[in-house]
């Protein structure tokens, strides 16, 4: 009974510390009376992401203190061409692809869009092309420049011979077009006009030659073994006027058209007052990438054969 008194009056019933002496409250681990579970014990930390994903980003790009410099971009768009265009991402490269071709894989249609440059609009000074070529949704996929010197295009006009360089979205030359001084007119058949494909540059994956004929302009596609895979037909007046003009792709014995090149109507004021041209190149999807390169080529060639501008009159074609 003393013990029980004595417990009642204490500070801290329960026990017989005296009030300078708190007890010692039991742990978390304490089981306490059945059926009580008591408070979980606290969170030790943040578990350990498991093996196998990355590690968090240390900071977003362009975000950080006052003073330091934001973390760098890679490229987006190309010196010369206009921002705000999506570039085609790149799919992985097969086997025995060349570098820079891997785009061409995965699509049977090209876009060639060039440039209007507003120099050679308001002075009719001859300026260098350049080229958007994207895909058919819209992304791009290369840039190609012409690289020609001054008096090369304005003494030679659409003749010129000249070098087109196409980059990828890394600002790499992954296609080099060689395009030599050759005669123009059909009635010689000898020294016709031929471009040179070239991926990487300085490595020949093939070449476009002109085919003489007395009435179509003719041309024969090549590997780079200078054997013939392909040709390409196009119409006996090659004039724009309102309508598409189709170059077709053929079978080496015509029985089969497998693509085209085409050259785009434009509108009545940029075909009249500019030589500014848009493209369209179809092709076999499973169509070897090299070859597809090749197209291209023959495209700039078409381009450069017919539709340039010279003296303010737009090339009708010359058969």
């Known amino acids: 009974m003393d013990n029980q008194n004595a417990q009642m ?20 681990g304490f089981s306490g009376p059945p059926g009580y579970t008591g408070h979980p014990a606290p969170q030790a930390g943040y578990p350990i992401p498991p093996a196998g994903y990355p590690a968090p980003q240390a900071s977003y790009p362009g975000v950080g203190p006052v003073g ?18 999506p570039w085609m991402p790149a799919p992985p490269p097969p086997a025995n692809c060349p570098p820079g071709l891997e785009y061409l894989t995965q699509i049977d249609q090209l876009l060639i869009h060039q440039q209007i440059e507003l120099l050679e609009v308001l002075t009719g000074f001859e300026t260098n092309n350049k080229y958007e070529i994207k895909n058919s949704l819209g ?50 058949p000898c020294c016709l006009q031929e471009i040179e494909i070239q991926a990487p540059p300085g490595i020949p994956v093939g070449y476009v030659t002109q085919t003489w004929h007395p009435c179509l302009p003719r041309f024969t596609v090549q590997n780079e073994r200078r054997e013939d895979v392909l040709k390409i037909t196009g119409p006996c007046v090659v004039c724009s006027c309102c309508a598409d003009i189709d170059f077709e ?22 075909e009249m007052f500019t030589d500014v041209d848009n493209f369209g190149i179809q092709f076999p999807l499973d169509l070897d990438v090299k070859m597809k390169a090749v197209m291209l080529g023959a495209c700039f060639l078409i381009d450069f054969m017919f539709f340039e501008m010279t003296r303010g009159e737009q090339r009708s074609g010359v058969w």
């Open 249 to 270: 792709i053929k079978s080496l014995d015509d029985k089969y058209v497998v693509g085209k090149i085409s050259k785009q109507w434009s509108g009545l004021v940029r």
């Open 139 to 188: 992304q791009r996929i290369y840039f190609a420049a012409e690289d020609t010197d001054c008096c090369t295009r304005n003494c030679c006009g659409p003749s010129r011979p000249f070098t087109m360089r196409i980059l990828d979205n890394m600002g790499r030359e992954v296609i080099t077009l060689e395009r030599p001084l050759r005669c123009t007119s059909c009635c010689f």
């Open 9 to 28: 009056k204490a500070p801290y019933p329960g026990t017989h510390s005296p009030a300078q002496n708190p007890p010692e409250y039991p742990s978390a």
């Open 68 to 85: 330091f410099p934001g973390q760098p971009q890679p490229v987006s768009h190309q010196s010369g061409a206009p921002a705000g265009i």
